[in-house]
């Protein structure tokens, strides 16, 4: 016997330990397939995309929570739209297309603009923007994370192996010039925020719509950012996500982090007077005439 070809698979622990996680995939796909209510192209080994393979819809809590607070305003958001700035594969455009009468998805990349409008092409009430936005029209450099497409941004400089994106740029007053209700604008842009919206000042004056931004701890400056200023000048509020423990570091913060272990982790919409210098996945603009019926 001569052997001519020869291949060493993984040990079979690490396999055995592979063929379970699929095997376990496999049985969560038709309850994240029910979850989500229709088909869903990920990039595989993508922050995102894990995230979806996962639970089924990226920022799943997150998004409930978020629209469970909202509840008051679902007549509303019945009858009018939404804009996605930043709007990736379409996670949140395919969730926002439940609970609005029409979704406006504005993604940028050309490659996650693909999955973006494959995703949605069945879905009557999503349509799709192959262009960025900002406080002007032109031309910008995207720097491509391809570990996390979401994180992919105008504003940071590129590494020397990265990937550099030429993308168009337009203002949403623009973009939006004529849409009737528009009820809620999402910001997801890796800093770009203000610049969207000083190029949705018009659609802000005219419509007042809730604003759902993130911010970064270096974004603030004297305990505030460049958004919250621009949003505040114009009469907003804001309340924001809060997962888990508030607690500091010590006793108390370890034993909370094990009664969550135990009992699940608890999410929450708070407010204050100011927003805490940190990282802010989900801020929320709550305008002057939702106040009451939000905020108390």
């Known amino acids: 016997m001569k052997t001519l070809y020869r291949l060493t698979t993984a040990n079979k622990l690490r396999t055995a330990i592979d063929r379970k996680m699929v095997k376990y995939l496999d049985r969560r796909a038709a309850r994240n397939r029910q979850l989500r209510g229709t088909r869903m192209a990920i990039f595989a080994n993508e922050h995102v995309g894990i995230h979806v393979n996962q639970y089924g819809v990226y920022e799943r809590h997150e998004l409930k929570v978020l629209f469970d607070f909202l509840k008051p305003l679902d007549d509303a958001f019945a009858d009018a739209t939404v804009i996605d700035a930043g709007a990736n594969i379409g996670n949140h455009a395919l969730y926002f297309s439940h609970h609005f009468q029409k ?26 923007v192959n262009q960025g936005l900002g406080d002007e029209p032109g031309t910008l450099m995207l720097v491509e994370d391809r570990l996390n497409m979401g994180a992919s941004s105008v504003v940071r400089k590129a590494g020397a192996e990265e990937r550099q994106i030429p993308v168009k740029i337009e203002t949403l007053d623009v973009a939006t010039a004529d849409i009737s209700r528009i009820e809620m604008i999402k910001i997801d842009v890796e800093g770009f925020e203000i610049n969207v919206l000083r190029g949705a000042s018009a659609l802000i004056a005219r419509h007042q719509p809730i604003v759902v931004f ?30 888990g423990s508030t607690m500091d570091a010590g006793v108390l913060r370890k034993m909370a982090n094990f009664a969550e ?6 999410h929450r919409i708070i407010t204050d007077e100011s927003v805490p210098v940190k990282n802010h996945s989900m801020l929320v603009a709550v305008p002057d005439r939702y106040h009451r019926t939000l905020l108390g």
């Open 261 to 266: 272990y135990v009992a699940g982790v608890r």
């Open 214 to 243: 993130e911010q970064h701890e270096r974004e603030f400056s004297d305990g505030s950012t460049e958004s919250l200023r621009f949003l505040s000048d114009l009469g907003y509020r804001f309340c924001w996500h809060q997962k």
């Open 103 to 128: 979704v406006l998805a504005f993604e940028p990349n050309p490659d996650t603009f693909r999955l973006l409008a494959f995703n949605t092409e069945l879905v009557e009430n999503v349509s799709v």
